[in-house]
């Protein structure tokens, strides 16, 4: 069974860096775009980036483009999301997704889930 681990959440002021990582198990998942998703309270699951299963295709969402960066150095390592320059409204809990053959920036384009990790970003 396939299985999404995220790590690196925790509570940082604004302005500050925080990367996350995301380690996959079970079935290869190799050839797989993978992507992140955040979700505020009350708020619907947002996209924030996605990677290409090769690593050298990446697309962000506009509020993240320029501050955000995610990376994995080939297919079979884990998937990581750089965020500088944190602010207040980044607050949420950010999901690692994979399961797509191509980059999707909706929810339902992905067939596995982590189960997240928060992220707080104190003004």
């Known amino acids: 069974q396939t299985q999404l681990v995220e790590s690196g959440g925790g509570l940082v002021q604004a302005g500050g860096p925080l990367r996350l990582s995301c380690a996959a198990s079970g079935r290869t998942l190799s050839t797989y775009a993978a992507g992140w998703f955040r979700q505020a309270p009350g708020k619907e699951r947002e996209f924030v980036a996605a990677?290409?299963?090769?690593?050298?295709?990446?697309y962000y969402a506009d509020s993240v483009r320029g501050r955000f960066t995610i990376s994995r150095d080939d297919s079979w390592s884990p998937v990581y999301l750089q965020m500088n320059s944190l602010k207040p409204d980044d607050t949420a809990v950010y999901y690692c997704?994979?399961?797509?053959?191509?980059?999707?920036?909706?929810?339902?384009?992905?067939?596995?889930w982590g189960q997240g990790t928060q992220v707080t970003v104190s003004s």
């Open positions: 990677i290409k299963w090769t690593g050298n295709n990446a």
């Open positions: 997704a994979t399961g797509s053959p191509t980059i999707v920036t909706t929810p339902r384009g992905y067939n596995y």
